[in-house]
């Protein structure tokens, strides 16, 4: 299928504004306030979780950057793990990545920017505790959904540009707030105030809670692999791939840490961690202390942007899925989801299908996750089926790394030991670490939930694998 190759159009500026965009966006923003409530205000615990998630980006970052210097074809995540352990499991990961990753966390940061957007004109997106979700804000997530959708698979150059400008804008708030409010935290005293609340007696340490906040903050990092998305599109990728991974991932973690550090600036740890479940006010309250309450509010839009921007990247990945499948000869029909474009050269099938799935993910956690409306309260209430979707899966795909590492100090004989064994035994490590993490924080009953559906699904995929192979 050489007729369906699409074109070389990115460079490196994009690759590196893609890592750094698809990354940065509603994570630190919403994921932020979670972790310092799951620590119990214990700012240099949130912060270590923060550069300990961020050493794991790091290390899978080298790993897939070792790959990605000697092969180069489709799609990054899937030709990464075709070349670790074959066609088949890179098809059954392709599968999961086509049919719950992607959808799942574009359904989500649709959603988080809409609640962005509205706290501009004071709109209350939803009471988690109620279940009680405002439907306004239900609608401009879609609307979001879909125009992200459909700017990539009607003009993916223009949804490359819109990249680029994103990310400039997003890390405008990040930089400001993270210097100067760490700088006015430590003059005025608050900062120390909320260091010294560890000793006092309404610190409580919350079982489970560092565990938990490293699994949700692994959300505000995870951008980093849909960049390798576009591995077929990136000019000289062998070279420019690896140095965007790594660039990227080392940059946003030194900027998360000190935006995170910088809430101190606040001195209230009651304030910090009431804006538990979410966090999303969290941003607005530090802003309006440190600038001024007209930035309290203005800083929303940036925000606003920001989730956007990662919006528009991970979408940028879900768009291609299907389509890198099918150009293996792979899954549903592949000779019609492999179909390029001629007016656009974009895989515009591939792009309806990735927006119907995530349609379906953006109602599931709408109304099953969240608690939706009254009559899909018991399903939110059990932990069987009502896990937290985007952290869950998250995790799932580190646990799909864990066989491609193994594979690759199997099979990479042409590498140095250093690439071949040191750094993907500490990325195995990374991995585990993250799984166990995640079974300790969400407990064995969404793990097992999640898993169970995760399987379920791959049969599916199966059933088409096994398709293809009579025709």
Known sequence: MEKNRMEKRYGLSTA?????????GAGVFIKGGKILSLTGGNMLQATAVILIVGLICIIC??????LGSQYENVNGVIDFAEVALGPKYAYFVGWFMTTIFAPTIASMLAFFSAMMFGILFDIEAVDFATGNINYMTIGIGAFFLMFAYGVNALSPK??????????VIKLVPLVLMGIIGTIAGLVNGSTQTV?????TSEYIAREGGFFNAIVGFAFAYEGWIFATSINSE???????????LIIGSVTVTLI???????????????VIIGTWPFGEKLAGLAFAKVFGPPFGVLIYVFITVSCLGTLNGVVMSSCRSLYSLSVRNLGPNPEFFADIDKQNDFAIKSSIIGMILAGFWYGWTTTIWMGGP???????SSNWIGWEPDEVCIICLYMMYIPMMIGLMVKAKNLSFMQRYVIPFFGLLSCLFF???????????QCIGFLIFFALVELIGFAFLKKNARK
């Not at 009254?374 to 939110?380: C, E, R």
């Open 195 to 199: 260091l010294n609340f560890v000793k």
């Open 234 to 244: 990136l000019k000289d990728a062998k070279k420019n791939l690896p140095l965007a």
């Open 435 to 445: 799984c166990y993490s995640c079974w300790v924080g969400k407990g064995y009953q």
């Open 374 to 380: 009254d009559m899909m309260s018991t399903l939110h």
């Open 158 to 167: 223009i949804a490359g540009k819109l990249q680029v400008g994103s990310t």
């Open 256 to 270: 998360y840490a000190l935006y995170i550090f910088s809430m101190s600036a606040l001195g209230d740890v009651s």
């Open 16 to 24: 590196i504004a893609m890592v750094i965009g698809t990354i940065i």
């Open 61 to 66: 970052s080298l790993v897939f950057a070792t």
